[in-house]
């Protein structure tokens, strides 16, 4: 484990922005993520279509239907879902028949479940130093906070 400090006293973080905060800890932990996935290739929308694959039935998803549940990660839209799904076909990791549905080709599958273990390994380096309990306050207290100003977020 890697030695850390905190940079604020626990009566100075009273003071601090939530907004800071919780947007500095996005910013990096997606630019840890997305670098991580460009060395293995992919974009993270790529990776977001190869996991809404990974358990699809062999026919496959319908397309519309992958990008109605992903359209709204990170605010990335219908346009750059659909042009992420071209790009993977074209490099032969997914297939699309007539019907607009799409599924994985034995290559998509093998670079995503080499990325999935990638993935874990992120995750615990994230996480370095941070319990399961705190983990789970953390993110409650964020859902609380959304909740507070009237908005709402969901992961699926």
Known sequence: MTTFTYSHSDADLLNQPIGYWSSAAGAAVVNHVRTTLAELGLTQPQWWILNQLQDAPPEGRDRDEVVAVLRGYLETGESALRHNIG??????????????????TEAGRELRDRVAARQRDILAEIREGVTDEDYVHTLKVLQRMIHNVGASAWHH
């Open 87 to 104: 790009a993977l076909h074209d490099r032969g990791l997914v297939t699309e028949d007539a019907a607009g549905r799409i599924a994985l």
